[in-house]
Nanobody
Framework: QVQLVESGGGLVQPGESLRLSCTAS?????MGWYRQAPGKQRELVAD???????NYADSVKGRFTISRDNAKNTVYLQMNSLKPEDTAVYYC?????????WGQGTRVTVSS
C-alpha cells in the first residue's frame, strides 16, 4: 500500500504562484495531479512518468510545470500565473497494478 500526502495549497491573488508537493510513502512509478472545482468533475492537470515524460491539460500548458524527485518519492506542481479558474482542490494520484491511490487533497484558491 502507498500513502500520498499533498501540501502547498493556499490563497493567492491572480497572477501569483504556488508550488504543490506530494510525497509517497514508497517508491512509485507514474504520478499525476488532478483537481476538482465545486460542481465540476475531477480532471487531470498533469502527470509524469518515472523517466520524466510529462503531459499537461491544455488549460495549464505554459503555466504549470510538473516535476519529480525520485530519491524523495516526491512530485511537484509549480503553478505560475494563477487564474481564478484554477481554484480547486488538487489531488495527487498514482496507480499500482491498475489501482488508484489518492492523497487527501490540498486546496488552492485564486481570488482578488
Amino acid at each position: 500500500q502507498v500513502q500520498l500526502v499533498e501540501s502547498g495549497g493556499g490563497l493567492v491573488q491572480p497572477g501569483e504562484s504556488l508550488r504543490l508537493s506530494c510525497t509517497a510513502s514508497t517508491s512509485v512509478s507514474a504520478m499525476g495531479w488532478y483537481r476538482q472545482a465545486p460542481g465540476k468533475q475531477r480532471e487531470l492537470v498533469a502527470d509524469i512518468t518515472t523517466g520524466g515524460s510529462t503531459n499537461y491539460a491544455d488549460s495549464v500548458k505554459g503555466r504549470f510545470t510538473i516535476s519529480r524527485d525520485n530519491a524523495k518519492n516526491t512530485v511537484y506542481l509549480q503553478m505560475n500565473s494563477l487564474k481564478p479558474e484554477d481554484t480547486a482542490v488538487y489531488y495527487c494520484n498514482t496507480k499500482i497494478v491498475f489501482k488508484d491511490y489518492w492523497g487527501q487533497g490540498t486546496r488552492v484558491t485564486v481570488s482578488s
